[in-house]
T-cell receptor, first 111, second 114 residues
Framework: GENVEQHPSTLSVQEGDSAVIKCTYS??????FPWYKQELGKRPQLIID?????GEKKDQRIAVTLNKTAKHFSLHITETQPEDSAVYFC??????????FGQGTTLQVKP | NAGVTQTPKFQVLKTGQSMTLQCAQDMNHNSMYWYRQDPGMGLRLIYY???????DKGEVPNGYNVSRLNKREFSLRLESAAPSQTSVYFC?????????????FGPGTRLTVL
């Protein structure tokens, strides 16, 4: 069935370092890949997304890369700050009209 | 625009009680979704409604029912609550489920079943 695997489950970095979170998906028809950030006690909020006709997208300190051949996409956060600490979810849009979410990555940025 | 709203914010039930979680969106979206979130389990889809008048099961539908009341509202009902249904429930909506549209989440309902 449709599946999204996300790694690592936890990530701890020093302030100013980079953080990378990786996801793989199973449905080769997936064409839309959003990333959500969820702060403690809050709702998930979209931070960046990428469509299948694009290989990379950047928005200030965050970037997402997509390798459709390998069915793999990644989130890159540069110059991390304590306020980047949160749970991050990747997702893949399936042709059944649903977003399939990864298990989440808890990112801790240490000052 | 309020976006996606959910009521109640918190609820405590006893085993066997029933309740309905309400969700509404004011963005004229066609597709609506109900998820549950448990620690370490990510977001699991319970039911979804691709358009007004249709509903489909997601990954974990057992113990739940839904109603797409109109284009704005999508409710989730627990007929006989069980402790295993203790979770945070999120409603979400998208303009359409067939294209690359942003999915927006409501603030969540924290449910405890004793």
């Amino acid at each position: 069935g449709e599946n999204v695997e996300q790694h690592p489950s936890t990530l701890s970095v020093q302030e100013g370092d980079s953080a990378v979170i990786k996801c793989t998906y199973s449905d080769s028809a997936s064409n839309y890949f959003p990333w959500y950030k969820q702060e403690l006690g809050k709702r998930p909020q979209l931070i960046i997304d990428i469509r299948s006709n694009v290989g990379e997208k950047k928005d200030q300190r965050i970037a997402v890369t997509l390798n459709k051949t390998a069915k793999h996409f990644s989130l890159h956060i540069t110059e991390t700050q304590p306020e980047d600490s949160a749970v991050y979810f990747c997702a893949a849009h399936s042709n059944t009209g649903k977003l399939i979410f990864g298990q989440g990555t808890t990112l801790q940025v240490k000052p | 625009n309020a976006g996606v709203t959910q009521t109640p914010k918190f609820q405590v039930l006893k085993t066997g009680q029933s309740m309905t979680l309400q969700c509404a969106q004011d963005m004229n979206h066609n597709s609506m979704y109900w998820y549950r979130q448990d620690p370490g389990m990510g977001l699991r889809l319970i039911y979804y409604s691709a358009s007004e008048g249709t509903t489909d099961k997601g990954e974990v539908p057992n113990g739940y029912n839904v109603s797409r009341l109109n284009k704005r509202e999508f409710s989730l009902r627990l007929e006989s609550a069980a402790p295993s249904q203790t979770s945070v429930y999120f409603c979400a909506s998208r303009r359409t489920g067939t294209s690359a549209d942003t999915q927006y989440f409501g603030p969540g309902t924290r449910l405890t079943v004793l």
